[in-house]
């Protein structure tokens, strides 16, 4: 249930920490691009990255709604500096569903694509995403529910679903597809001519 309330504009100045918020936002995006980078650079698996068609759907769609998620959460972080809607149970709440729950998932899901067997990170991977949904559904149904505004709550929506769909992409290239290990059998194949 979603309110349309009055907003209150926010008077307090932007600090230090808030930065540290929005680059805590930013950081998948940025620590995935440079991850891709230095892959390309160090391991020979990863040479399908020099041509842009040999790119898997999956990186894809994980690019386009990773943008949309980043997009979502520049826009809550804009929205929160000009209107007070957060208080500091809710900030707490969405640290830890970061701290605990996206970074640790962002660790093992990058280790998945690197190894030649990424199912062994299969479970690890499957708890990490089960804690973080927990983490998330209670802060929307404790916080988001009932303080937000519409366009607030379209913003978490961007947010929550376009790092959900980045997420099912990379999973589906890491344990569909076999993650680095078909990529990189695919381009061997590719240029032997078999």
Do not use: Q
Not at 53 to 59: A, F, G, K, N, Q
Not at 110 to 124: E, N, Q
Request: with cysteine.
């Amino acid at each position: 249930m979603t309110l349309e309330k009055p907003l209150v504009r926010n008077r307090k100045l932007i600090t230090l920490k808030d930065f540290a918020t929005l680059g805590s936002m930013a950081a998948p995006a940025l620590f995935f691009g440079a991850g891709l980078i230095l892959a390309y650079l160090r391991d020979n698996r990863f040479g399908w990255l020099a041509h842009l068609s040999r790119y898997p759907w999956e990186l894809w769609v994980l690019v386009a709604s990773g943008t949309v998620a980043t997009a979502g959460g520049l826009g809550d972080w804009i929205f929160h500096r000009v209107f007070v809607t957060v208080g500091p149970r809710e900030h707490r709440s969405h640290l830890l569903a970061l701290a605990s729950g996206g970074v640790p998932l962002f660790v093992l899901m990058a280790a998945a694509s690197v190894i030649d067997r990424p199912a062994v990170l299969l479970v690890p991977i499957l708890v990490v995403v089960l804690y973080t949904a927990v983490l998330i559904c209670f802060d929307e149904f404790v916080f988001h529910r009932v303080r937000c505004t519409r366009f607030e709550t379209l913003l978490h929506r961007l947010l929550v679903f376009g790092n959900g769909v980045a997420w099912l992409a990379w999973m589906n290239w890491c344990f569909v597809r076999g993650g680095i290990g078909a990529g990189a059998s695919k381009l061997l194949l590719a240029t032997t001519g078999g």
